[in-house]
């Protein structure tokens, strides 16, 4: 429903500023612009509203010139009031129907996906741009995760959506796993560490992009 191009989700960082090794978090989205990024989420969960607002306007300024959707993680109030191109929501967060009422019909709205369960319950969201499939491998990013998905439990939840809902996978993902994952059926990748805590995030970017590249040929 929302304006979410699928090339979009190729190359998909989601922000940490405790995994940036001290660098801050336009030092570290500056970088990933450089390297092609295609879409960023701002994930902050210890901060205040106002220091979230402040952080999302400064952020959103960098992406929107370079033409990169800006995602907020969980708060749709920080997004619509920064005019953010999306939100991105946990089976835990705000109910699917009440973001995207909040937010209306031309936001990009992303649902995290941790089972076949959830999946199914998926195809009832009209209007769902895409999901994250949530970890496909374990990883000390985020200690509240389901069990891992693994490469089997990913091509079992593309089937269970089918072709026409994107998805973007999350959890565990470097440059080595990327072929199998998007093989298994997903549209991108999704990262944090990977490019939050490379010693060089815009070489780190590139390389992760290029491989997703090279695998949907």
Same mark, same amino acid.
């Given at each position: 429903?929302? &304006? ?55 952020? +959103? ?11 907020? &993680?969980?708060r749709s109030d920080i997004a619509r009031v920064i005019?953010?191109?999306?939100? +991105?929501?946990?089976? +835990? ?21 941790? &089972? ?33 998905l693994g490469l089997e439990g990913l091509r079992r ?61």
């Amino acid at each position: 429903m929302g &304006n979410l191009r699928r090339e979009a989700l190729e190359l998909y960082l989601v922000t940490d500023r405790s995994l940036s090794l001290g660098r801050s978090l336009l030092d570290i989205v500056s970088a990933a612009i450089r390297g092609g990024v295609t879409m960023v989420q701002l994930r902050e969960k210890e901060c205040s509203t106002r220091e979230f607002v402040a952080l999302g306007r400064a952020v +959103h300024d960098l992406l929107h010139s370079a033409g990169i959707p800006l995602i907020i &993680n969980d708060r749709s109030d920080i997004a619509r009031v920064i005019g953010a191109e999306g939100l +991105h929501i946990g089976q +835990h967060d705000m109910e699917y129907a009440d973001a995207r009422h909040l937010l209306g019909p031309e936001a990009i709205i992303g649902l995290s996906v941790e &089972n076949e369960e959830q999946a199914r319950a998926c195809l009832s969201l009209d209007g769902l741009d895409y999901i994250g499939a949530s970890p496909v491998f374990s990883t000390p990013t985020k200690t509240d995760t389901a069990p891992a998905l693994g490469l089997e439990g990913l091509r079992r939840v593309r089937n269970i959506v089918g072709t026409a809902l994107p998805m973007v996978a999350i959890g565990g993902i470097k440059l080595s796993n990327i072929q199998d994952i998007i093989h298994s059926g997903a549209d991108g990748v999704a990262v944090v560490s990977a490019i939050c805590s490379a010693q060089n995030p815009t070489e780190a970017t590139a390389s992760l992009l290029d491989a997703v590249k090279k695998v949907k040929g």
